[in-house]
């Protein structure tokens, strides 16, 4: 093979790695996207649960102080 029609494989060689290496990185930005977002959304749920137990336990804890107050009374 003659060196102008080598280096000019070797270009096509490096220009097809160079599209495929873009490519992917457009894909794994988008998963980071998702993931991000996914993960924003996982945060807020959590947070929504811990504020609903915390109101649970408030309310178990004034129904058990409310029985013990009667349990005493009666």
């Not at 160079?18 to 993931?35: P, T, V």
């Not at 749920?45 to 009374?73: G, T, Y």
């Amino acid at each position: 093979m003659q060196p102008l029609n080598r280096t000019t494989a070797n270009l096509d060689r490096l220009e097809k790695r160079l599209g495929q290496i873009m490519a992917r990185l457009d894909q794994l930005e988008e998963e980071n996207r998702s993931l991000h977002a996914r993960q924003e959304s996982l945060i807020a749920e959590r947070a929504s649960l811990v504020q609903r137990n915390e109101e649970a336990r408030s309310r178990v804890e004034a129904m058990i102080e409310r029985l013990k107050s009667l349990e005493n009374a009666g």
